[in-house]
Nanobody, 127 residues
Framework: QVQLVESGGGLMQAGDSLRLSCAAS????????MGWFRQAPGKEREFVAT????????YSADSVRGRFTISRDNAKNTVYLQMNSLKPEDTAVYYC????????????????????WGQGTQVTVSS
């Protein structure tokens, strides 16, 4: 079992930058594919970005590509989401998620593929 705790959310203005962190504990972090998802009020949870076990493969949603960057530090058991040029439509609760993968460089974009979730951190962007 892996436990995930997000941090770094806040109230921002359009155009600002923000970095979210997700600290993992309990299992070998490098055995987990990591993802960031978000959920706005009244909407379904949507994929934001994912990163492979070793960090060499990343993939982002079209809506954030070029603005958001996912990264990880396996030595610190932490995954990050750097968010630049924030827009009001980025307002949501942001969740990190983990999926166990013994080997390989897979990444996953579907929430149902992930086994472990953090509690979420609120990001609000005003215009």
């Amino acid at each position: 079992q892996v436990q995930l705790v997000e941090s770094g959310g806040g109230l921002m203005q359009a155009g600002d930058s923000l970095r979210l962190s997700c600290a993992a504990s309990g299992r070998t972090f490098s055995n987990y594919v990591m993802g960031w998802f978000r959920q706005a009020p009244g909407k379904e949870r949507e994929f934001v970005a994912t990163i492979s076990r070793g960090g060499g493969i990343t993939y982002s949603a079209d809506s954030v590509r070029g603005r958001f960057t996912i990264s990880r530090d396996n030595a610190k058991n932490t995954v990050y989401l750097q968010m630049n040029s924030l827009k009001p439509e980025d307002t949501a609760v942001y969740y990190c998620a983990a999926k166990y993968e013994a080997t390989g460089t897979a990444t996953w974009t579907i929430p149902e593929e992930y086994n472990h979730w953090g509690q979420g951190t609120q990001v609000t962007v005003s215009s």
